[in-house]
């Protein structure tokens, strides 16, 4: 199975702070991962798919990027409702694996 | 709009047998690709199913995936439940674009609890 490995686990930021989380893939994956947010008690909603691309709906303060089995998630100005976990997910092939996550917290 | 309604979940003991299931509605579920996916309370996602013939090592000879497209509804058998099958389980439309497949939408979650 293809391993995510998410980093930080944790971070604590700021209203309008710029965030970055990553996650790094135990093989290629080509362009295959996306990227959910899960606030508390709420279902995760998909924010980036196919590493760059912004899903319908979401601000335009999200965005993702790749390198090679690096992939990266940024905020760019965080807001009261990032404050929440983040998950990475690969699609490259069965089982579909998510990382362990990363919990943003108020500073 | 996009809705996934699950059912059927609850305490069951160890040994025992659930089905859920789950109602979809705002858009053409005959053609969509579907899972199942759940957390563990305080847990992280883990992917459990996405058709019949692809399960997780975890589940795997346990759970049964199907659907009834007639009904617009994805159900979840899931047998010889062990205590860590207790978790929210999410049911997911998967969409698909240039190559890539994602979880577009999900539903609110539908908790099992097995314990004796």
């Known amino acids: 199975d293809i391993q995510l490995t998410q980093s930080p686990s944790s971070l604590s930021a700021s209203v309008g702070d710029r965030v970055t989380i990553t996650c790094r893939a135990s093989q290629i994956i080509n362009v295959f991962l996306n990227w959910y947010r899960q606030k508390p008690g709420k279902a995760p909603e998909l924010l980036i798919y196919?590493?760059?691309n912004l899903q319908s709906g979401v601000p335009s303060r999200f965005s993702g990027s790749r390198s090679v089995t690096e992939f990266t998630l940024t905020i760019s100005s965080l807001q009261p409702e990032d404050f929440a976990t983040y998950y990475c997910?690969?699609?490259?092939?069965?089982?579909?694996?998510f990382g362990q996550g990363t919990k943003v917290e108020i500073k | 709009e996009v809705q996934l309604l699950e059912s059927g979940g609850g305490l069951v003991q160890p040994g025992g047998s659930l089905r859920l299931s789950c109602t979809a509605s705002?858009?053409?579920?005959?053609?969509?690709?579907m899972s199942w996916v759940r957390q563990a309370p305080g847990g992280g996602l883990e992917w459990v199913s996405g058709g019949p013939t692809s399960y997780s090592d975890s589940v795997k000879g346990r759970f049964t995936f199907s659907r009834d497209n007639s009904r617009s509804t994805l159900y979840l058998q899931m047998d010889s439940l062990r205590a860590e099958d207790s978790a929210l389980y999410y049911c997911?439309?998967?969409?698909?674009?240039?190559?890539?497949?994602?979880?577009?939408?999900w539903g609110q979650g539908i908790l099992v609890t097995v314990s004796s």
């Open positions: 997911v439309k998967e969409a698909y674009t240039g190559g890539s497949f994602y979880f577009d939408s």
């Open positions: 705002g858009f053409t579920f005959s053609t969509s690709a």
């Open positions: 997910q690969q699609s490259f092939i069965s089982p579909r694996t």
């Open positions: 196919a590493a760059i």
